[in-house]
Every structure is written in C-alpha cells, then in structure tokens.
C-alpha cells in the first residue's frame, strides 16, 4: 500500500516524502511541476536510496487523476498540490480558488470512487487573517482571509469536514502551517520558488547574502516587539515534514473524522533577530534598510502548538537560528536553486 503525495516535488512535499521514505512507506507522487523541478526526485534518491514513483500532472486533469488510482494501492494521501502565493492570488483570485479547490474535490471523487479513507491537507495561518491577539489557537476565529490564497484554504477545511461528516470511514486532518523555513540538513533539497525577486522573507536575505540583490527591505520597525520589527514562528521544513507523519500515524490509528492542528514552533522571532542569525551562520553582514510596512502584513503571528504537542506526540525541535544555518547550507550549495527544468 502507497502514500500518495500530490505537490511531492514541492518545497514541504520533497521533504515530507524523505521523512516517509525514510520509515519505510512506498511513496507516488503526483505533481504538475508549476513550482519545482524533475531535478528534486534524484536528489530524494541521493538521500534516501529510494526513488518514488512519479506522475507529471496535475489534479485537474480527471483522467491522470484515475490512472494514478486505478495504478496503484493508495492506504492515504499527504495533499500539498496547489498554488501558494498570498500575493499572487491577490491579481489573480479565480485562479487561485478554481485551481485549489476544485484539484481537492476531484481527489476526493477519486477517493470515494476507489475507497481511500485517509487524507492529510496542507492548510495555512492564514486562514486565521489577522488575529486579534497571538497566539493562534485552533479554536480562534478563522475566515477572516487576506488573500484568495488564505481563502481558498479555508474553504478547502470546510469542504473536508462537511465530507467526512456526510460519509463513513472518511478521515482528514488539516494542518495549519506557519513560516516555513530551513532546508535538508544534507543541502541537496531545499526552498526554491523559482522567483528572482523573492516574497519571502528567508530567500530574500540568502539572495542579498549570495549578492544577487543589494540589500534587505525591513517592512516596518514601529510593530510592538523587542524591535520594533515584524514577528513570526519560523518553523523548519524538516520539523514540519515529520508533523506529517505524525498527523499520517494518529488517522491510522483513530476514528478521528476531521480535525485541524497548528504546525509552529509556538515561539516568535522578528525580522531584526532572523537577519542577526543569518549573519552569525554566515559571517557576512546583511545591508538592510528600513522601510514602510508591507500592505496586509499582520503584525505578529506564532502558533498556540499545545494540541499538536499533547494529540499528535509532535513537537518542532529545530530552533530558528537552526533554520538559518540550513537555508544558508542550501543556497550555498545551490545559489540558482535546481539547475534542471
Ligand atoms: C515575514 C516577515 C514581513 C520580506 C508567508 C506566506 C504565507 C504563509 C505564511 C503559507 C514579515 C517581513 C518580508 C521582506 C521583510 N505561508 N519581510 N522584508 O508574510 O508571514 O507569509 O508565510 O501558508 O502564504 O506568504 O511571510 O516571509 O513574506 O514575511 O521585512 O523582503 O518578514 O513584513 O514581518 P508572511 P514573509
């Protein structure tokens, strides 16, 4: 029996199938590669020694879909597939919510048609907008979206747990990420967007680090934080890897029907504090400049993690001056990202 991962060549999904390589389990993955490269799949048999099986495509095709499902034994999906860029989705909304929810409802018409039970959803903070006071608990108020991105993965909880409430047998856990951060201790996978001009705060500095662009933009300096500058719970990606795996365990064995938990560190470190750490791991100052903050920021943002700590056994373990020397140990060794298309 097979974990299916669809989007498992991606940034989270690559390293969440070593972690499941790396017990064991026999891995398919499916993936239309609109953000990553072919090239990631050897590098998962260089770590591993194990190559999964792989499908070039994308959820939206029905019938790649039902080969994937007739070709295989599939016990439970890991679902990353989709597009991730709060502020891309902002110009480009019915994208974003055509792609990624109709992608999970023709994986679930698959799964009922082909009786898989078990699915795992790669859900987001941003579904909790900006909350009123951190941390987020699970319990807090959700919807209050700021992008069609964030909107999208609210939406796509809902549908979940409207399916597993309407049919026996089903089960789904969301899991809400925060910052994700860092790379394989190994450097032979790690963040690669793809983008010359990053979003994101972590490949931005790596990029002013490596010299391909000049300095750091602060977003702001007047937050109400040690100083002044943005706070977040940068989580790293191999932290966030195993908290599939332990999400992957409590479906298998329970009868939860549908469920939702925060993947953070429950810690919160500023921009300020993040480009000091990747100074010490890289031992280059980083030129920044502070200037107005970024539109649709929200001001601070870290995880309530207790109900994945006590339910799910996880807890994150990397810290983030760890997810600094990672990423760095990445770009160094790959500071064009995957070569190969
Ligand atoms: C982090 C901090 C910025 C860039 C991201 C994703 C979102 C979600 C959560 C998945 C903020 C500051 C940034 C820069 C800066 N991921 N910053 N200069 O906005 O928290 O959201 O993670 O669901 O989809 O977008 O991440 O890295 O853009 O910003 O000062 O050049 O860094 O103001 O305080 P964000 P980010």
Redesign the pocket.
């Known amino acids: 029996m097979s974990v299916l991962v669809t989007g498992g060549t991606g940034f989270i999904g690559s390293h969440t199938v070593v972690e499941l390589l790396n017990v064991g389990e026999d891995v398919v993955i499916v993936d239309n590669l609109c953000n990553s490269r072919i090239e990631v799949l050897e590098r998962i048999t260089a770590i591993t020694g194990k190559t999964p099986k792989f499908y070039k495509g994308d959820l939206l095709d029905v019938e790649l879909v039902e080969r994937v499902f007739s070709e295989n034994k599939i016990d439970s999906i890991i679902h990353f597939a989709g597009l ?3 502020a891309e989705s902002i110009l480009e909304p019915g994208k974003y919510l055509n792609t990624n929810i109709i992608s999970t409802f023709n994986l679930l018409n698959a799964m009922e048609k082909h009786n898989v039970y078990k699915l795992v959803f790669s859900s ?3 579904v909790y907008g900006t909350p009123e006071e951190v941390p987020d608990y699970e319990i807090d108020l959700v919807g209050k979206v700021c992008s069609p ?1 964030g909107l999208s993965k609210y939406l796509i909880e809902l549908l979940l747990k409207d399916f597993a409430s309407q049919r026996k047998d089903f089960k789904f856990i969301a899991l809400r ?4 951060v860092g790379a394989h201790p190994s450097g032979l996978i790690g963040e690669d967007d793809g983008q010359s001009i990053p ?4 490949p ?1 500095i790596t990029k002013v680090l490596l010299g391909q662009l000049p300095y ?5 300096n007047s937050y109400d934080t040690v100083d002044g ?2 706070l ?1 719970d940068y989580i790293h990606v191999v932290d966030l890897a195993k908290g599939h795996l332990a999400a992957l365990n409590y479906l298998n064995n329970t009868d939860v029907k549908f469920d939702v938990f925060n993947l953070g560190t429950g810690k919160g470190t500023t ?1 300020l504090q993040l480009v000091a750490a990747f100074e010490k791991v890289s031992g280059k100052k980083i030129p920044y400049q502070i200037t107005d903050i ?1 539109p649709g ?2 001001p601070l ?1 870290f995880a309530s993690v207790e109900k994945a700590n006590k339910i799910l056994g996880w807890k994150a373990e990397y810290t983030y001056e760890d997810c600094a020397r990672d990423s760095w140990n990445w770009q160094v060794k790959n500071p064009y990202g995957y070569s190969k298309e």
């Open positions: 991730k860029s709060g987001s903070a941003t991105y990420y925060f910052n994700l979003n994101n705060l972590v931005y750091l933009k602060v977003y702001g500058t943005g977040r921009v970024r920021d929200v943002s």
